[in-house]
């Protein structure tokens, strides 16, 4: 499809632009997400400023709503639409971050409010997250387009991830917790502003005026998931590279670090080469689209993954495990690249937002199993063994991946 053969000397044809809505709710909601970086490194140091115990809390406080809460989100985005319930979020973060930031100009930033401004993001996130990872189906309609339009996302969101920490502790240093969340409610402005130009085709909108029960349409998302013979093998991939791969650079590289005595720079350019490999591939399909059949090429990025993963266990020096974690990053991104499409353009229209809630709770679920097991592992055996074992246990879900018929001859969006 993407093309054009002429004669011998015929030229790849240039992949068509992505839609202009897209590309602008996209801009509006990296910018949001780049408030949202700053405004949480302003939360964890307020509470890092209590203790351990308040710095906990106030990171479970944001957590556990948000598992709770997600199935019934993705719900409620496919009951009254996705826009909708963005535009309710972004309205309720402006108030939210403009009246927390008043309170703790008032009151300084206790213990009880930094709590409750966790509950508080943690219960948006469980209704905002699935309808915005179901956004670019509902902006761009050519599934073909969809690996680079979710890469776009990706790439930008991994760039602000990079800069957001060091944006964030300059903008404490200046005017605290209060201008973080008066620059946090900005980005909700312009979000909000962007919400009130798009308009995304959004069959929920237009569904059955008969409707069950919101929890039986969650559970209806879950089973409609799990009974894909695509959507099943994916979600299960996915859930195996959160839990094996993500604690890998927040959890066990800075282990590592102080076990060999690297010093913290040297942890700092591993996590940053991981942050390159990702955004370079990632923009790779941005500009190409995907580079073969999305099931396939997801259980394959694993293994280089893996092998990454495994060079950072048995890395001799810095020099060596930076390298590494530029092979962690490029074969994370070529697998966000093409599963995410996967799973997004799999899904029935008519519970978009759900399957996304099932995405972002598998991905939640196994993450917060694994930091607990690999950090008890690893105090046990030591980071490089626990580095080991997920570089094992990652090329298994690689080979597990590569033996599911549905996935390997998936040819969505090619």
Request: with cysteine; charged share 10%.
């Amino acid at each position: 499809m993407r093309t054009e053969t002429t004669g011998p000397g015929a030229r790849t044809r240039a992949p068509a632009a992505l839609p202009r809505a897209y590309l602008l709710w996209l801009g509006g909601i990296l910018v949001s997400l780049l408030g949202n970086a700053v405004f949480s490194f302003a939360l964890g140091w307020a509470a890092a400023a209590h203790g351990g115990t308040v710095a906990g809390l106030a990171l479970s406080a944001i957590t556990l709503p948000r598992v709770l809460l997600l199935l019934v989100g993705g719900a409620v985005g496919d009951r009254v639409s996705a826009r909708r319930v963005l535009i309710a979020g972004d309205a309720a973060m402006l108030a939210g971050t403009l009246l927390l930031a008043a309170v703790a100009y008032r009151l300084g930033t206790p213990p009880w409010l930094l709590v409750a401004t966790g509950i508080a993001l943690g219960t948006v996130d469980a209704f905002y997250l699935p309808a915005s990872g179901s956004m670019p189906r509902r902006l761009v309609a050519d599934d073909a387009q969809l690996p680079r339009a979710l890469s776009l996302r990706q790439a930008g969101g991994q760039l602000i991830a990079m800069g957001g920490g060091p944006l964030g502790g300059v903008l404490v240093g200046f005017a605290g917790l209060v201008g973080a969340a008066l620059v946090d409610a900005a980005t909700f402005a312009c979000a909000l502003l962007v919400l009130t130009v798009v308009r995304p085709r959004d069959p929920a909108a237009t569904g059955n005026d008969a409707r069950d029960g919101i929890l039986r349409e969650a559970a209806e998302g879950v089973r409609v998931a799990f009974a894909h013979p695509v959507l099943r093998p994916g979600l299960c991939l996915t859930g195996a590279a959160a839990g094996f791969l993500l604690p890998v650079m927040a959890l066990l590289v800075p282990l590592l670090v102080r076990e060999r005595g690297w010093g913290a720079a040297a942890a700092g350019l591993v996590i940053g080469a991981q942050g390159v490999g990702t955004v370079a591939s990632t923009l790779v399909v941005v500009k190409r689209g995907p580079l073969g059949p999305p099931g396939l090429l997801s259980a394959a990025a694993l293994l280089p993954a893996a092998a990454g993963v495994l060079g950072l266990a048995l890395a001799p020096g810095a020099p060596a495990a930076v390298v590494a974690g530029l092979v962690v990053g490029a074969g994370s991104g070529i697998f966000a690249a093409h599963i995410a499409p996967l799973v997004l353009a799999t899904a029935p229209e008519s519970h978009l937002s759900r399957v996304q809630a099932v995405l972002v709770l598998v991905q939640s679920l196994a993450l917060l199993l694994m930091n607990s097991v690999l950090g008890a592992f690893a105090d046990l055996a030591g980071a490089g063994l626990a580095l080991t074992g997920c570089a094992l246990l990652l090329a298994c879900t690689a080979v597990a991946g590569l033996a599911s018929g549905p996935l390997r001859r998936d040819r969505t969006g090619l």
